[in-house]
């Protein structure tokens, strides 16, 4: 009588195979999502070219500078924001799993980096409060010069922006998690 194990290993292969392909797919429709999400970003930066043109207008040379600071310190405090709380997640997901099993090294190790991630986020959280008081500033300028339809313009440009990159930067985790799960998967085929 001939052993099921290879039978059993033919469909376990088999079922690989399929997971590939669904892993393969779902990095296509990421890169789909992708192309559009670059679409949008591309339309919100010609709107913040625009509002850029029409703070150049219309605002004195001091109120222009101010402008171009916090827009450039918006995109890097949200990115900073955005990174930090990533690699938290991570830090507290490899905490999760210690046990009494762990080196200590490892445990230490992994407590410490928790703990500068905490205080480099609180950090963070004050440069976007500070963020947020000069947003006041700049909004409160603009709109001594500004049209309403104009304000409007701004606003749904930064709020935009910001979006954008939070939705970047999830898209850009996934696709690297659905990357790392094909090749595993791969990897794993005879």
Known sequence: MSSPYPLVQADITEKKRVLVSYAEERLRGLE??????QTEVQENAGRGEAVLALVRQHCLPLEVERYGLFIGDL????SLLLCLSARLARVQNALSTVDQHTDEEEKESLDSRHRLL?????DAKDL????DRRESV????LGRHLSAGQLADYRRYVQ????????QKDL????QLAEEQ???LRCSLP
């Not at 995109?75 to 949200?78: A, Y």
């Not at 910001?162 to 939705?167: D, F, G």
């Not at 850009?172 to 696709?175: H, L, S, V």
Request: proline fraction near 0%; include cysteine; glycine fraction near 6%.
């Open 138 to 141: 700049v909004s409160g300028f």
């Open 32 to 37: 789909d999502a992708r192309g559009a999400l």
């Open 118 to 122: 905490c205080k480099q986020r609180e």
């Open 75 to 78: 995109e890097r405090v949200v």
């Open 172 to 175: 850009e985790e996934r696709r």
């Open 128 to 131: 976007k409060d500070n963020l």
């Open 182 to 184: 094909a090749e595993a």
């Open 160 to 167: 935009t922006a910001a979006s954008l990159l939070i939705r």
